[in-house]
């Protein structure tokens, strides 16, 4: 079962720049796609942005200026950064995997994901 | 707001069976699968039901899922105290093509 570990700065000032980092262990990155979510009482969940095994990026289009998403396949990890915080960007982060399944319908091929394994959160807050 | 809509609170007494539903709309749910995800006390999501009405491997059949149109629902038979926990639907969007999910429904045991 892949596990995930997540690290950054919990502490930030507004204006400042988010960074957080997702580690992929009990499996190679380059087998799923990757999502960042984070959850707030005020939002509830909220889906960031995803980055697929080949690279692609999807972004949540409210965070899309300000939002980075990368992958180190070297490390096996990949990455969020969201510039000019404010306090509406406090909240818990997670990282997680993206199963990824392929199949052929008749004879039309077809590929869909989703959201299975979940890293511990990261809380983090955005206060002056 | 949330972009699927959850009732926030459901309860029920141990052995009982409950239903929450979620509701969205034509690019979420009325395309695409919907998957269901419990949450404990201080922990992260933890995957429930996949691909509408799937459990993962670990997941009691006591737990299922089903989708018709633009609305899901998820149904705990066999109510167990260790079942109190918050519990979220998501599905893919393809307007905003990114995940969108559920308010959440905080399930009491009585």
């Known amino acids: 079962q892949v596990q995930l570990q997540q690290w950054g700065a919990g502490l930030l000032k507004p204006s400042e720049t988010l960074s957080l980092t997702c580690a992929v262990y009990?499996?190679?990155?380059?087998?799923?796609?990757l999502s960042w979510i984070r959850q707030s009482p005020r939002q509830g969940l909220e889906w960031v942005g995803q980055?697929?095994?080949?690279?692609?990026?999807k972004y949540n289009p409210s965070l899309k200026s300000r939002l980075t998403v990368s992958l180190d396949t070297s490390k096996n990890q990949f990455s969020l950064k969201l510039t000019s915080v404010t306090a509406a960007d406090t909240a818990v982060y997670y990282c997680?995997?993206?199963?990824?399944?392929?199949?052929?319908?008749?004879?039309?091929?077809?590929?869909?994901?989703?959201?299975?394994?979940w890293g511990k959160g990261t809380t983090v807050a955005v206060s002056s | 707001q949330s972009v699927l809509t959850q009732p926030p609170s459901a309860s029920g007494t141990p052995g009982q069976r409950v239903t929450i539903s979620c509701s969205g709309g034509?690019?979420?749910?009325?395309?695409?699968?919907v998957y269901w995800y419990q949450q404990l006390p201080g922990a992260a999501p933890k995957l429930l039901m996949y691909?509408?009405?799937q459990r993962p491997s670990g997941v009691p059949d006591r737990f299922s899922g089903s989708r018709s149109g633009t609305s899901a629902s998820l149904a705990i038979s066999g109510l167990r105290s260790e079942d109190e926990a918050e519990y979220f639907c998501?599905?893919?969007?393809?307007?905003?093509?990114?995940?969108?999910f559920g308010g959440g429904t905080r399930l009491t045991v009585l």
């Open positions: 997680a995997t993206e199963t990824v399944v392929r199949g052929v319908y008749i004879t039309t091929p077809y590929s869909y994901s989703y959201i299975d394994v």
């Open positions: 009990g499996g190679s990155i380059t087998d799923y796609s």
């Open positions: 980055i697929s095994h080949g690279g692609g990026t």
């Open positions: 034509s690019p979420n749910i009325g395309k695409n699968f």
């Open positions: 691909r509408s009405s």
């Open positions: 998501a599905a893919w969007d393809d307007s905003l093509s990114g995940w969108v």
